[in-house]
Each structure stands twice: as C-alpha cells, then as structure tokens.
C-alpha cells in the first residue's frame, strides 16, 4: 500500500487537478484546513498582484463522501480565476473568433532561468509560452492541497509538519531588492515531529527517505539544493561532533541529546524530529529583462517581463510542508498498509508497543 501524487494543469488554463490514490477509507478532511493552507501558499513579502486575483479554493470531485474518504483516488481541483483574462489565449481547443485577452502574442524570447529555451528545445515549440505554463509554480497550489491531505492522515498518527523561512532579514532584502527591480531567494526549513523509527529503508536508494524527501523538494521550482539535519555543515566537522549518540534511561528509554542527523539515518527514520531545508534561487523573472535571443529572429533581444513576485520564499516555506508531508504520509502508508483508517491505526499502535517508543518533544 503506498500513496501516489499525480498533478495536470497549467498556469493559465482552467483550473490545476491533482489525483491522490493509496488513502485510507474513513479519514476525514476539513476543506477549511485545506483551504487555509492555500491561502498561507498565497501570502508572503514580496509576491506579485496574481495573487490577489487567485484566492484559492479547493473542489473535491472524486473519493470524498460527507466530509470522509472512501479509499478510492481523490481528485482535488484548483480553479485558476485568472484563466478568465485568458480564455481566448489558453482556450483547449481550437479558438473561433478573434483573439482577445492575455497569450494571444507568440512568445519567441525564452527567459532565462526559465523552462522557456529548454522546453521550447526538446519539445520543438515556436511558441514559449506551451513550456512555461506547465513549468510555472502556480502548480504548486495543488501540491499544497495534496499536501494538506497528507497532514490530515499524518496527524492521526501524531506526526504534525510544519515549514518556515529560515533568518529573519527577509523583508529588508526583498525592500532592496525590489528597489533595484531585482530579486531574491532564501532558505526554508521544514520540520516534522512525531515521526516513528523505521519510516523508508536502507533496502534500497529508491526507499530511503533521505533521498525521497530530497527528491520531493528538489522537484519543486526554484530549488537548488536540499540538506538533512546539519547537511553540508557535516561536511567540515569532526566525526566525533557529527552524529548523535545514543543514551538509555528508564524514564525515557532509549534517547539522543543531539539532532545532527535531522532524524534520518541510513535513509530511515529514528525517532527524533525530521529537520530538511531547501535553498530557492532567486527568481528568474526580473523587471530589469536579462538579454536573450529571440528564437524566431535570431536577434538579440530582451527576456519578456511577466507580471511576477520579487520573493516567493514564504510561498515556499508552505509547498515544502505539503512536499514534506506528502512523502511522510506515503512512508507511513508503506509501514502500515491498512484499507482503512482503523487498520491504518491499529498497525501504527501495534508496532509502537513493539518498540516500545514515545514521541519526543525537544
Ligand atoms: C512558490 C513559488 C513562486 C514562484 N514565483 C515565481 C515568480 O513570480 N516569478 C518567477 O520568475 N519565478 C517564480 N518561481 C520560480 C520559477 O517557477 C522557477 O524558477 C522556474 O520554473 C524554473 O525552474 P527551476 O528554478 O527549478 O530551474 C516561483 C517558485 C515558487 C516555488
């Protein structure tokens, strides 16, 4: 039994989809929790105009019956408001009439930094426009719904996730950066107490849940680097000041004073606080345009500016929640398997007295 995620939708087309197969029957979700963490995706220093057009709002259409699952795929969808100013440009089918709205131009300047010139290479596009709008992180807002669905399941079992931006210089360096019609990134810290020993496998590099989790981040726009626990710290420390030793007392059992692991090892869980943080880029899209080459022309021109955020890092901070948390949550499935929620619990308390383990709070 594990949990699958998979996602259609662009940026500008009718709405995101996401279909979420492997839940449990008889989990019960709260729209309003997923709604919120919508709304957290949308907020942030230094996001653009888009999204007070997009408030987001999650449509269940499929696996969802009175508020409970039924342990058939979900579907969620995310309708895009702002497909209404592009709905001659975005249109699926073939459109009549004269163009109107916004993506009626062809896009030939491939931004850098950008899916822009790559898409338009390997998938022989004159019009940029068909790579970046799938390439676009508007898809993240489905992810953070899959993911919200992912905290609820967690959450019977005790696991709570949450993500943040890591220092606290982020308003003053998106007011510079703004300033000088720049942009900036940052750094995110995703944080999940609760998590039993044993969730992923040193079995195989596929099941290790190191290397799942940094996929999952790594798979989000923006991300440039990924670092469990103390990550690249590690990498100019001692031995005998990198890892956590492991100490018994009768109150507590079996315990660690220190997390430099970030709760992994061996790419299973061990019980403590599972620590990841994500490094995002600077975004792209700057309104001074970097030099670029028109594809049809061959001419040098400038990168097109699309309405576009100075800093999404907080944006981010809630996708690496719903990244983090769905990849837990399909860990936790693997482990503990059941068609419904009362298997899924009876299994994680079985083997909790099995090993005799409580949660930790640090
Ligand atoms: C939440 C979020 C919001 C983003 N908003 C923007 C944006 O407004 N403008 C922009 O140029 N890039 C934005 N990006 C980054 C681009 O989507 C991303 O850099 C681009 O698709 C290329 O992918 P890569 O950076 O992973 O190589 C955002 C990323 C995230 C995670």
Redesign the pocket.
């Known amino acids: 039994m594990t949990l699958e995620l998979i996602t259609a939708g662009e940026s500008h087309g009718p709405a995101l989809v996401a279909i979420v197969t492997g839940l449990p029957a008889g989990l019960v979700l709260d729209r309003a929790a997923i709604d919120a963490d919508l709304h957290r995706?949308q907020q942030g220093y230094g996001r653009?105009p888009r999204q007070r057009i997009e408030q987001d709002e999650v449509e269940v259409i499929a696996g969802l019956r009175h508020g409970r699952t039924l342990g058939t795929p979900l579907a969620l969808v995310v309708r895009n408001r702002d497909h209404a100013n592009w709905e001659w440009g975005m249109r699926p089918w073939p459109p009549e009439g004269e163009p109107s709205g916004k993506g009626t131009k062809t896009m030939t300047l491939p931004?850098p930094?950008?899916?822009d010139l790559a898409g338009a290479l390997k998938y022989g596009l004159a019009d940029v426009r068909d790579a970046?709008e799938r390439?676009?992180?508007r898809h993240?807002a489905v992810i953070v719904a899959a993911g919200a669905v992912a905290k609820a399941l967690l959450m019977e079992i005790g696991v709570d996730v949450g993500g943040r931006v890591v220092g606290d210089d982020l308003e003053r360096r998106v007011d510079e950066a703004r300033a000088e019609r720049d942009?900036v990134g940052g750094v995110v810290e995703v944080r999940a107490g609760g998590v039993p020993p044993g969730l992923g496998s040193y079995a195989t590099k596929e099941d290790r849940l190191d290397a799942r989790l940094a996929a999952t981040l790594m798979g989000?726009?923006?991300?440039?680097g990924v670092e469990i626990g103390e990550g690249f710290a590690l990498a100019d420390t001692l031995g005998s000041n990198a890892h956590d030793e492991i100490h018994r007392d009768e109150g507590r059992g079996l315990y660690r004073e220190t997390n430099r692991a970030g709760g992994i090892e061996a790419g299973v869980s061990n019980g403590e606080e599972i620590v990841v943080r994500a490094a995002?880029?600077p975004?792209?899209?700057l309104m001074q345009p970097l030099a670029s080459v028109d594809l049809e022309t061959r001419e040098p021109g400038e990168a097109l500016v699309e309405r576009?955020?100075t800093a999404?890092v907080e944006?981010?901070a809630v996708?690496a929640e719903g990244c983090v948390a769905f990849e837990l949550a399909r860990a936790a499935r693997e482990k503990f398997g059941g068609d419904s929620l009362a298997d899924f619990l009876a299994a994680h308390r079985t083997y909790l007295e099995r090993i005799d383990w409580q949660p930790r709070t640090r």
């Open positions: 995706r653009s931004r930094g950008h899916a970046l390439a676009s992180a993240t942009t989000t726009q923006a991300v440039k995002m880029k975004l792209p899209t576009s955020d999404a944006a981010l996708v």
